[in-house]
């Protein structure tokens, strides 16, 4: 029976280790939602997410997310692993609780999506963001983290804008991202050599979870080097969607394919 934050059998504990390191080096960024606060910390209902930690049951959710816009279809994103620039705006979904399809493009040159974006927009620059909800499309991670606080952030005066600094102060963002992906190796760089060749053209999977989590981590490598597109349902501390998954399946853990 798998257990919340227990290491499975046969889980390498050299990869988990430099996964868990991660997120250390990205100050944690993106395993929280914005506004976090803690509701409880006893809290009673088990038909509803808490933490718990041995006498304790850890209730948690966002100061400020309940007055921001929530967009009705997924956005799109066109996206590697491995990409710094991804990186942060990946963590800003998770930060803003947004639930996004992600398309892979190693390298930003592999793939049929890779090759789709061209045709798309003449460029295979990534990471490239795609809103349904308001037709807009943007390239470069800056403006694309700018549009994402404005359209579906709370209203500025809600929260203090220098607690972002981790992910809008771009050279500490990058070069940490950049120190991430080294450890990771890269990750979703190149399509793996067996990938099934139709995989770009599959339903996308739904994957719940959150950028930072060294259990989800792997996971989410996997599917960029597979070029397998798929629904991420942001997971982070304080989300809603934590509550959702316990409605789902009587329980919360990540990752949950």
Request: charged share 25%; net charge neutral; hydrophobic share 35%.
């Amino acid at each position: 029976e798998p257990k919340p934050l227990a290491l499975g059998e046969g889980t390498d504990l050299v990869d988990f280790a430099k996964a868990a390191l991660s997120l250390v080096v990205r100050l944690g960024t993106g395993a929280f939602v914005l506004g976090w606060k803690i509701d409880s910390l006893f809290y009673k209902d088990d038909k509803t997410y808490s933490l718990k930690l041995g006498p304790l049951s850890i209730r948690d959710s966002s100061s400020v997310l309940d007055k921001a816009p929530r967009p009705t279809q997924p956005l799109i994103l066109y996206q590697y692993d491995g990409s710094p620039f991804c990186k942060r705006v990946r963590e800003t979904i998770n930060l803003l609780d947004l639930t996004v399809e992600y398309r892979p493009c190693p390298g930003a040159r592999q793939g049929k999506f890779s090759q789709e974006l061209l045709e798309r927009t003449g460029r295979q620059t990534i990471p490239y963001l795609i809103d349904p909800n308001t037709k807009k499309e943007l390239f470069e991670s800056g403006d694309q983290i700018e549009y994402l606080l404005q359209t579906y952030g709370p209203p500025a005066s809600e929260f203090d804008r220098k607690a972002l600094w981790p992910i809008t102060f771009e050279p500490f963002s990058i070069a940490t991202s950049t120190m991430v992906a080294i450890l990771r190796g890269f990750p979703g760089s190149r399509r793996q050599a067996n990938a099934r060749p139709d995989n770009e053209e599959m339903e996308p999977l739904e994957l719940w979870g959150y950028e930072s989590s060294p259990f989800v981590r792997p996971v989410r490598e996997k599917l960029d080097a597979l070029c397998l597109p798929h629904i991420m349902v942001s997971c982070s501390r304080g989300s809603v969607n934590r509550d959702r998954m316990v409605t789902k399946t009587g329980r919360f853990q990540v990752p949950f394919l």
